[in-house]
């Protein structure tokens, strides 16, 4: 009698601690994979972006207006997550800079995200179309060749020379 | 009556080894799966960190180490000051130490955190560099490193 209750008790001890330890194990590789499965979709995300820079014009060597064509295959929305980075001599010195991001208008050290052709769904830059960015450096390139370098939120840049 | 003793005191003895087997085996059973959670926790912030160099440039005229990093991953990177810093190359092995002295690094970030698709401008300042290939290194606080090579 006291011999099967004591094979009852561990008996019951043992399936729940089975179950415990299989479950989770289960939620945590289930949690695994799921996340995995993201990191996945990010990074297939970054490759699928790609982008080019096509033309750069320089107005009083301060007021640049590029265009940039979409090259790859995904749509990019949040233009504030972009960068717009500079480097140039003006008449002081080496400039480096992050310039910031403005809706419309940038003034100096500024710079805004123009109309996008063709733009078949406001906001978004779509694989294929062209964006113009308007950007303002600090202060006027006096002389060498500046770079500027593009990003997209997601970390994928493109660069070109003015 | 004989009979109803012993199974009296069978029951009572076996009642008291299930429970000291129960008392043993509850705490180890716990911590077991309380390690598994927070491995499984560890290993999934890894998996959510990820991080680009857009650009790396030297200013010759402040002797300014200008980085700019995306947080690509689906993560906070936090905290941002220790993260690691190691600039390789042209005879140079060096650990950057974060501070906001001489050739330490220091950190602007356009939220109070380090977000998702959020841009972390790294600056190092008075570092001379000569002329030549170097590899920056850079590794979050949970071990996600990457690197990129400029030149000077």
Do not use: H
Request: proline share 4%; aromatic share 6%; with cysteine.
């Amino acid at each position: 009698m006291g011999t099967s209750i004591i094979t009852a008790v561990a008996t019951m001890a043992l399936i729940v601690v089975l179950t415990l330890g299989f479950t989770t194990s289960y939620q945590s590789q289930v949690n695994l994979t799921q996340q995995s499965e993201a990191a996945l979709r990010l990074q297939g995300q970054r490759v699928r972006t790609a982008m080019s820079i096509t033309s750069v014009n320089t107005a009083g060597n301060q007021v640049l207006t590029l265009t940039v064509l979409n090259s790859g295959s995904t749509e990019v929305t949040q233009y504030a997550q972009m960068d717009v980075l500079v480097t140039y001599t003006d008449s002081v010195a080496q400039v480096v800079q992050r310039l910031q991001y403005v809706a419309s208008n940038p003034s100096p050290g500024q710079w805004s995200a123009g109309p996008v052709s063709p733009q078949p769904v406001s906001g978004v830059w779509s694989p294929s179309a062209s964006l113009t960015i308007s950007a303002q450096l600090p202060s006027q390139r006096t002389s060498g060749t500046g770079s500027i370098v593009i990003g997209t939120p997601n970390g994928v840049t493109t660069s070109a020379l003015f | 009556m004989d009979k109803v003793l012993t199974t009296v005191l069978l029951t009572i003895a076996s009642l008291v080894t299930a429970g000291m087997l129960a008392s043993a085996m509850i705490p180890t059973v716990s911590r077991t799966l309380g390690s598994m959670a927070v491995t499984s926790n560890v290993i999934t912030q890894r998996i959510q960190t990820d991080m680009a160099v857009e650009y790396i440039v030297q200013n010759t005229s402040t002797n300014t180490l200008y980085l700019w990093v995306k947080n690509t991953g689906s993560n906070i990177i936090q905290p941002v000051e220790q993260m690691d810093v190691i600039l390789a190359g042209n005879g140079l092995y060096q650990r950057i130490t974060y501070g906001n002295g001489n050739g330490q690094w220091q950190f602007t970030l356009d939220q109070s955190t380090w977000l998702p698709n959020s841009t972390c401008s790294i600056t190092v300042s008075n570092l001379t560099l000569a002329s030549g290939q170097y590899t920056l290194t850079l590794t979050t606080p949970n071990g996600i490193g990457i690197s990129k090579s400029f030149n000077v």
